[in-house]
Each structure stands twice: as structure tokens, then as C-alpha cells.
């Protein structure tokens, strides 16, 4: 079957470093999105990879390895206003989107 | 520029009644989807829509119905609504064009099933 898993629950302090990781196992691969989710509200677009390396992107960045199934999402200098789920995504061999739970991050002064 | 626009935004209703929900989106994109999400749960595809006059079933179709007649309108029926379609619901639009497959959402519809 199709998986993506990723921790449930981050918490991190205002100014530091996070980093969530997503492990995948998928039907073929089109590629591996993340979204960030506050509280309520929907989901919004942060990165894709499609090739393995690291995509810099201001203060977050995402890494992939495909030989691996893994990917992670790195947060710097975080904000209160990070606090939010970040969902996995996979890219299907149908180009159909296969979601993780998500990461509720949690950001402490 | 308003994007994706979703109704109602929330809604109770009882077991055995229809329902639709409405989305609508003014970006012209070709692709258009309904999910819906559970708590511990990812987002589910329910149905989807590659193109107008086009639908297809995602993972979890079985109770709903969806349409597409023009590329804007992806309404998502519930013939029968029963409890375990309590959930908030996402419709999303995509331009199939782009090869990042970006996602845009509406802003839910909290539906609830008593």
C-alpha cells in the first residue's frame, strides 16, 4: 500500500531550528510537496521536490532523497506565527497527491 | 482576486438529507478536487476533475457525486448524508500545466452529520 508518515507533534522555541521529516512509500514518484496548515484554515503551498538535494526557500528549506523514500522540512529562525501542521504530500504514478497525517508544530517564547 | 470560494463554510445536517457543497474558482485552472479532512488523518481525495466535462473517483468516493460543467463550478453532493461524512471539506484547483502540481485550496466547509 501507499504511506507517508510523519511525527505527529513538534515543539521547537521562538529563534531556533526545526526540521520535520517524511518518509514515503508510493506507487512511483512525482514528486513530494509540503503545505503549512494554521489552525482552521487551508492549506498553502511551500516547496516541491522532485530531485533529490536540498530547495532553499527564505527561511525554510526542503530536502529529498529518492533512494531513500525521505524528505524533510527545515525551519530557521522560527516565529510564533509557525506554528501551524505541516502536511507531506507524494505525487502518485497516477499524479495523484497522497497525503501525510501532518506535523502540528508548536512554537514556545 | 478571489481565488477558490467555497459554500456554505459550515453546515448541520441530518442523517438522510441531500447536500451540495459549492465551489467555484475565477483562476482558470484546468484541474479541480474535493478532499476531505479528519482529524489523524491526511487529506482524503474524494473526487476529481481533470477537465471540464471530466470526473474521476479518488480514494474514498462512495457516498458522493460531483459534476463539472464548465472549468469554474465543482460542486460535491451527498445524496444521503450519514454520520461518518462528518468532516471538513476542501475543494482545490490546480493548473495541470505547471509540472509542480501546486495545489490552491478554498477554506473549508465544516460539515456536520447528525
Known amino acids: 500500500g501507499q504511506n507517508i508518515d510523519q511525527p505527529t507533534e513538534m515543539t521547537a522555541t521562538e529563534g531556533a531550528i526545526v526540521q520535520i521529516n517524511c518518509t514515503y512509500q508510493?506507487?512511483?514518484?512525482?514528486?513530494l510537496f509540503w503545505y503549512q496548515q494554521h489552525a482552521g484554515e487551508a492549506p498553502t503551498f511551500l516547496s516541491y521536490?522532485?530531485l533529490d538535494g536540498l530547495e532553499e526557500k527564505g527561511r525554510f528549506s526542503s530536502f529529498l532523497s529518492r533512494s531513500k523514500g525521505y524528505s524533510y522540512l527545515l525551519l530557521k529562525e522560527l516565529q510564533m506565527k509557525d506554528s501551524a501542521s505541516y502536511l507531506c504530500?507524494?505525487?502518485?504514478?497516477?499524479?495523484?497527491?497522497?497525503w501525510g497525517a501532518g506535523t502540528k508544530l508548536i512554537i514556545k517564547p | 482576486i478571489a481565488g477558490i470560494t467555497q459554500a456554505p463554510t459550515s453546515q448541520i445536517l441530518a442523517a438522510g438529507r441531500r447536500m451540495t457543497l459549492r465551489c467555484t474558482q475565477d483562476?482558470?485552472?484546468?484541474?479541480m478536487y474535493w478532499y476531505r479532512q479528519d482529524l489523524g488523518l491526511g487529506l482524503r481525495l474524494i473526487h476529481y476533475?481533470?477537465?471540464?466535462?471530466?470526473?474521476g473517483k479518488g480514494e474514498v468516493p462512495d457516498g458522493y457525486s460531483v459534476s463539472r460543467a464548465n472549468t469554474d463550478d465543482f460542486p460535491l453532493t451527498l445524496a444521503s448524508a450519514v454520520p461518518s461524512q462528518t468532516s471538513v471539506y476542501f475543494c482545490?484547483?490546480?493548473?495541470?500545466?505547471?509540472?509542480?502540481?501546486?495545489?490552491?485550496f478554498g477554506e473549508g466547509s465544516r460539515l456536520t452529520v447528525l
Open positions: 482545490a484547483s490546480s493548473d495541470s500545466s505547471q509540472n509542480t502540481g501546486e495545489l490552491f
Open positions: 483562476m482558470r485552472h484546468n484541474a
Open positions: 476533475s481533470n477537465t471540464a466535462g471530466t470526473t
Open positions: 508510493t506507487s512511483g514518484f512525482n514528486g
Open positions: 521536490n522532485v
Open positions: 504530500a507524494v505525487g502518485d504514478s497516477n499524479y495523484q497527491l497522497i
